[in-house]
């Protein structure tokens, strides 16, 4: 019987996705003679289905239940909704890196996703690495190495360069190079960011 239920429960939300994924597909290729018609008997419950969708996620250990726009990505719910402007608007296009957050662990370029693709997800930001007023291994190391000038990209950095170590991908500098190659610096601090992964890398501490 509980399997029954928890698969009546999945079928639901997806037939609820299906529903909402129609009308904005519907609402998008409507000739405009069957939009204005369509005015004269609009539900309500219609026009919420289309401008808000609701939201179960959970940022930096803390849950969140939202209503939020489905067009809305995953960057300006965080700066915008939940006001964790830590993480940064580059390029707007997932070609800079500044906007990098974890999603369940995983580096992602938080422009790049849209906030309810991330439903029922985990997601960490640069304000929730740190343990308090104790930095992160990887924050006190760009701190010491000087990896960073303007700073605006320096989050996304930071972030990536957890997920890379933890991805096994900081063996050499090379390496370190390559798979950090999705974050641009416009200040060129690239030899001391490659220099502050390479030394918490080394360093043993859980990131």
Same mark, same amino acid.
């Given at each position: ?78 700066? &915008? ?10 390029? =707007?296009?997932? +070609? /800079? #890196?500044? %906007? $990098? ?32 007023? &104790? ?10 190495? =000087?990896?960073? +000038? /303007? #700073?605006? %990209? $320096? ?53």
């Amino acid at each position: 019987m509980m399997d029954e239920k928890k698969q009546g429960d999945d079928g639901s939300s997806r037939r609820t996705f299906l529903k909402q994924s129609s009308l904005l597909t519907a609402a998008v290729l409507a000739p405009p003679v069957a939009l204005k018609a369509a005015e004269e008997h609009w539900d309500e419950r219609v026009a919420d289905a289309m401008e808000h969708v609701s939201l179960q996620i959970e940022v930096n250990g803390v849950s969140h239940s939202l209503k939020t726009d489905p067009r809305v990505t995953l960057l300006d719910l965080l700066r &915008e909704q939940l006001e964790l402007t830590g993480t940064k608007k580059g390029c =707007d296009y997932g +070609q /800079c #890196g500044a %906007c $990098t957050v974890h999603v369940d662990g995983v580096r992602v370029n938080s422009c790049l996703t849209l906030a309810v693709m991330n439903n029922g997800k985990k997601v960490t930001t640069i304000e929730g690495l740190a343990k308090g007023e &104790e930095l992160h291994p990887m924050q006190e190391a760009f701190i010491r190495h =000087d990896g960073f +000038q /303007c #700073g605006y %990209c $320096t989050p996304g950095q930071i972030m990536s360069a957890v997920g890379c170590i933890k991805e096994g991908h900081a063996g050499s500098e090379e390496e370190i190079r390559e798979f950090m190659s999705g974050n641009i610096c416009r200040c060129g601090a690239y030899p001391n960011i490659v220099d502050a992964i390479h030394e918490v890398s080394k360093g043993g501490k859980k990131v």
